[in-house]
């Protein structure tokens, strides 16, 4: 069973930041694609990043671009998504997910308020 554990969330006031990090057991993420995804109350889910495996090529929704960064850290088994310049519309439970699998982890709420 493989089992990926975001973290990272929290309440943050707008233009604020926040680094996500998804994480996994006895599965390496490095040889995998790995997508963030979020879900707004009341909406669908929506695609946010992509990084793929081997040359850790990137994809941001356009609305996100400039603002969100994805990467990698191959060491300590780990995909980031670095938030800035947050806003209230950013607020979601924030996923990641083995990108082409049914591996997603449990989701980090991410709030941002004044």
């Known amino acids: 069973q493989v089992q990926l554990v975001e973290s990272g969330g929290g309440l943050v006031q707008p233009g604020g930041s926040l680094r996500l990090s998804c994480t996994a057991s006895?599965?390496?993420?490095?040889?995998?694609?790995i997508g963030w995804f979020r879900q707004a109350p009341g909406k669908e889910h929506e695609g946010v990043s992509c990084i793929s495996s081997g040359h850790d090529s990137t994809y941001y929704a356009d609305s996100l671009k400039g603002r969100f960064t994805i990467s990698r850290n191959k060491a300590k088994n780990t995909v980031y998504l670095q938030m800035n310049s947050l806003k209230p519309e950013d607020t979601a439970v924030y996923y990641c997910r083995v990108s082409g699998t049914d591996y997603w982890g449990q989701g980090t709420q991410v709030t941002v308020s004044s």
């Open positions: 006895d599965f390496t993420l490095d040889y995998y694609a």
